[in-house]
């Protein structure tokens, strides 16, 4: 089992930054490809970014290419997700989520996830 906790949404204007944190307990966090995703009200949930095992590999939707990045800390059991250059259309629910695969895009990849975080932008 992993627990995972995120942190750090809220309220910013668009062109600003957030950055989200994704803490995570139970069984060895460095065995775990992570994942970002968001859910728009009345919208599927859909993929932000993803990091393998290492952090060395990145994935990202390219609606988010270039503004956002993904990083972890394995010693801290952390991945995060910084957000810059923020739109009104980025305002959703964002989830952490934890996969046994080395690192994937799909939702049906992932095992773990947590109780999501929410980010709004306004205009």
């Known amino acids: 089992q992993v627990q995972l906790v995120e942190s750090g949404g809220g309220l910013v204007q668009a062109g600003g930054s957030l950055r989200l944190s994704c803490a995570a307990s139970?069984?060895?966090?460095?065995?775990?490809?992570m994942g970002w995703f968001r859910q728009a009200p009345g919208k599927e949930r859909e993929f932000v970014a993803a990091v393998d095992w290492s952090g060395s590999t990145t994935y990202y939707a390219n609606s988010v290419k270039g503004r956002f990045t993904i990083s972890r800390d394995n010693a801290k059991n952390t991945v995060y997700l910084q957000m810059n250059s923020l739109k009104p259309e980025d305002t959703a629910v964002y989830y952490c989520?934890?996969?046994?695969?080395?690192?994937?895009?799909?939702?049906?990849?992932?095992?773990?996830w947590g109780q999501g975080t929410q980010v709004t932008v306004s205009s």
């Open positions: 989520a934890a996969t046994t695969s080395r690192s994937s895009t799909l939702y049906s990849a992932y095992d773990y």
């Open positions: 139970g069984r060895t966090f460095r065995s775990f490809g």
